[in-house]
Nanobody, 120 residues
């Protein structure tokens, strides 16, 4: 059974940082593409960042230069380092995995999400 478990969300002030983690089980992590999406109230889910099995990365324009996605295949975990956070980054953040390791928009499996709130 595939499980993706996110952690690291919370409340942070504008300009602050958070690091999200997504621990995967039930998959051969190293061959999967991984990604982070977010969904704000009343808006569609959107890709934030993705990383292929070969560690090529892809970012939404709105987060490029502020967020960094990385993976640790030894720990079956993908991370999202978020710096210079803005109120518009407030959303539920979801981890996703795809069996096609080169996918820029991974979406075979999803985590339950973790809330990120950026507010003073």
């Amino acid at each position: 059974q595939v499980q993706l478990v996110e952690s690291g969300g919370g409340l942070v002030q504008p300009g602050g940082s958070l690091r999200l983690s997504c621990a995967a089980s039930g998959i051969i992590f190293g061959i999967y593409a991984m990604g982070w999406y977010r969904q704000a109230p009343g808006r569609q889910r959107e890709l934030v960042a993705s990383i292929t099995s070969g560690s090529s990365t892809n970012y939404a324009d709105s987060v490029a230069g502020r967020f960094t996605i990385s993976r640790d295949n030894a720990k079956d975990t993908v991370y999202l380092q978020m710096n210079s956070l803005k109120p518009e980054d407030t959303a539920v953040y979801f981890c996703a995995a795809d069996r096609y390791g080169s996918k820029r928009y991974p979406r075979d499996y999803w985590g339950q999400g973790t809330q990120v709130t950026v507010s003073s």
